[in-house]
Structures are given as C-alpha cells and as structure tokens.
Nanobody, 115 residues
Framework: QVQLVESGGGLVQPGGSLRLSCVAS????????MGWYRQAPGKDREWVAR???????YYTDSVKGRFTISRDNAKNTVYLQMSSLKPEDTAVYYC?????????WGQGTQVTVSS
C-alpha cells in the first residue's frame, strides 16, 4: 500500500511563490514516476507536472517557466516549486503515482492565489 501526503499549500498574493511537498510511503519511490495534478472549483482535475525515475521532467503549458518539479529519493519526497503565481492557479493540488494498474493519490493541499 502506498500513501502520499501533500503539504505546503496556503494563501498567497498574485506574483508570489509556494513550495508544495509530497511524501510517499514505501521503498519503491525511487523507481516510480511522480506527478502533480490540480483541481479548481467546478473544473476537472488536470495534470500539472511529472518527473520520472530517470529525472525526465514534463509540464503542462500553462505552468512552464513558473513551476519546477523535483524529487529527493533519499527523503521519498517530490516537490513542486511554484513562482509567479496567478489567480488561475487556485486549486487543490494532488500528488500522484501509478504502480501497475493502480493510481495512488494524496489528500490534496489547497492553494489560493488572491489579493
């Protein structure tokens, strides 16, 4: 069983920064791709960023140049550094990994960008 626990969300003004963290249980972390998703009120959950076990990184277009995903395998942790935040970045942010045919999600952390 894999457990993912996100933290680091909060209220920030437009143009500000936040760093989200996701700690994963289990010894398989280093071999798995990890992703961040978000869900804004009234919208579908959308993919934000992904980092695979080899360190290859991908972003959705709307966050390129503003968000940075990284991982620390020694700490079983994946991060999402968010800068130049916009009101449209407001959402609940979720950490995700897929093992076999099972997709695992954390409980989410709220990010609100507002003045």
């Amino acid at each position: 069983q894999v457990q993912l626990v996100e933290s680091g969300g909060g209220l920030v003004q437009p143009g500000g920064s936040l760093r989200l963290s996701c700690v994963a249980s289990g010894s398989i972390f280093s071999r798995n791709a990890m992703g961040w998703y978000r869900q804004a009120p009234g919208k579908d959950r959308e993919w934000v960023a992904r980092i695979n076990s080899g360190g290859n990184i991908y972003y959705t277009d709307s966050v390129k140049g503003r968000f940075t995903i990284s991982r620390d395998n020694a700490k079983n942790t994946v991060y999402l550094q968010m800068s130049s935040l916009k009101p449209e970045d407001t959402a609940v942010y979720y950490c995700n990994t897929v093992i076999g045919v099972t997709s695992y999600w954390g409980q989410g952390t709220q990010v609100t960008v507002s003045s």
